[in-house]
């Protein structure tokens, strides 16, 4: 990571895990574990029926809450969806747009653009998730695919808006299988990922937007991820659902920020 020019982000994505009573006991783990100087910014990404427990421990430390989706639509007969209003009442800074799960269940590019869109219309920040399958990355697309889903899905965000995102590179092949993409793979396409945003919004917000590496991040592999200077914090999935582990990636982080 580059502090000179950027934030690290540290990011939790818990999926389908934990109840609200969970939550408060993670949180509350948590918050006892906290650095009381030097840190980079820690996002909790939970279910939505999660947040109001994590609100209630949280809310006065520097931790934000995020969500792991919304619906692009304000409001309307959408049994089951939360829109983006509701979010933002809620207290949420940040919402996971684009994660590859959600695009396994049919949420194609442009739906993730109107979603990324939406987040950004209530006031809160997308945490804009793009990566190839092993597939693309075995017949060498993996660059013109990621290029192509940060195009469509930037194409809605204007250029003094993009303060707001965060890119997360996550490869589908390493995500929740344990096979972390080396340093050098991760950093390789983080670098991309600025390069893409460089030709889009020009050479300052390339340089201050952070890009996350996610796919098998724990507190092991951590702080050699993010000591590659495009890497500038991490999106975590299984290793975030254990408050000890969580919080030793988040040291690594804050190592990393000398
Ligand atoms: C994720 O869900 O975004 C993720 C990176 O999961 P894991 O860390 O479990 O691979």
New binding site residues.
Partial sequence: MNRKYRRAVIAA?W?MNKTPSETRDFCTALRSMLPRSRWCDIILCMPAIDIPSGMRVLKDTRVAIGAENIHEKASGALTGEIAGNMLADAGVKYVIVG?S?RREMGESDTRVAAKLRAVLDNGMNPIL?VGESLEQRELGVTEEWIAMQLKIALSVVKPEELKKVVI?Y?PIW????GKTATPEQAQEVCEFVRSVVRKLYGARPARSVPVLY?????EKNAFDLLAKPDIDGG??????LDPEKFMQIVHAANQNND
């Fill in positions: 994505n999926k994660h799960e998730c997360a996550e390493a995500i929740g299988t996610g796919g098998s991040m724990n999106l975590i999935g299984g290793a975030s």
